[in-house]
T-cell receptor
Framework: AQKVTQAQTEISVVEKEDVTLDCVYE???????LFWYKQPPSGELVFLIR??????QNEISGRYSWNFQKSTSSFNFTITASQVVDSAVYFC?????????????FGQGTRLTINP | DGGITQSPKYLFRKEGQNVTLSCEQN?????MYWYRQDPGQGLRLIYY???????QKGDIAEGYSVSREKKESFPLTVTSAQKNPTAFYLC????????????????FGPGTRLTVL
């Protein structure tokens, strides 16, 4: 069975600090996809990134970066120089690969608060 | 503007009533999904549909029903059989992957918050 664990329930930092959100996953599949979504107070889930299991390159997008390590089954997310607008709940999710619609398995989410 | 719309944003239901949540997308996506989110928890899959006139149960389908008569629409009915319906409901859609070993990204609507009075 697939499982995603986000051990950090809540994180609070002061603006401009760097912060890393942890994500550990379990799957027996050799091909799978990992995702990060942001949920601001409005409630809508905003897609941030998708990574497939064969692509272990780290990715950077502005102040956001992602570190994918298959050896430790982790897909961590770092925000550099955090800003108040980064305050949200962040979800890591896992999906099988295959034809047809695929279920997303979500972690519990990490509530990130950036204080001015 | 392409996207997913859900209505209403807030919904109040009396015990014993059925209510229907609307989800519409104009992204030309084949697959659509319904998730439920409870406070402090991640999302759980209720139902999903890969194509018109076809849908499958997710992990927590009991007390819910869906239909998929049009590609653009995937309404969810919360029946009186659902014991704890108060939650935040999110609809999503994705393009249908036609290659084995490929999964497309799911995009989400703004959600409907259902409260049972």
């Amino acid at each position: 069975a697939q499982k995603v664990t986000q051990a950090q329930t809540e994180i609070s930092v002061v603006e401009k600090e760097d912060v890393t959100l942890d994500c550990v996953y379990e799957t027996r599949d050799t091909t799978y996809y990992l995702f990060w979504y942001k949920q601001p107070p409005s409630g809508e889930l905003v897609f941030l990134i998708r990574r497939n299991s064969f692509d272990e390159q780290n990715e950077i997008s502005g102040r956001y970066s992602w570190n994918f390590q298959k050896s430790t089954s982790s897909f961590n997310f770092t925000i550099t120089a955090s800003q108040v607008v980064d305050s949200a709940v962040y979800f890591c999710a896992l999906s099988e690969a295959g034809q047809g619609a695929q279920k997303l398995v979500f972690g519990q989410g990490t509530r990130l608060t950036i204080n001015p | 503007d392409g996207g997913i719309t859900q209505s209403p944003k807030y919904l109040f239901r009396k015990e014993g009533q059925n209510v229907t949540l609307s989800c519409e997308q104009n992204l030309n996506h084949d697959a659509m999904y319904w998730y439920r989110q409870d406070p402090g928890q991640g999302l759980r899959l209720i139902y999903y549909s890969q194509i018109v006139n076809d849908f499958q149960k997710g992990d927590i389908a009991e007390g819910y029903s869906v239909s998929r008569e049009k590609k653009e629409s995937f309404p969810l009915t919360v029946t009186s059989a659902q014991k704890n319906p108060t939650a935040f409901y999110l609809c999503a859609s994705s393009a249908q992957p036609h290659e084995r070993g490929y999964t497309d990204t799911q995009y989400f609507g703004p959600g409907t918050r259902l409260t049972v009075l």
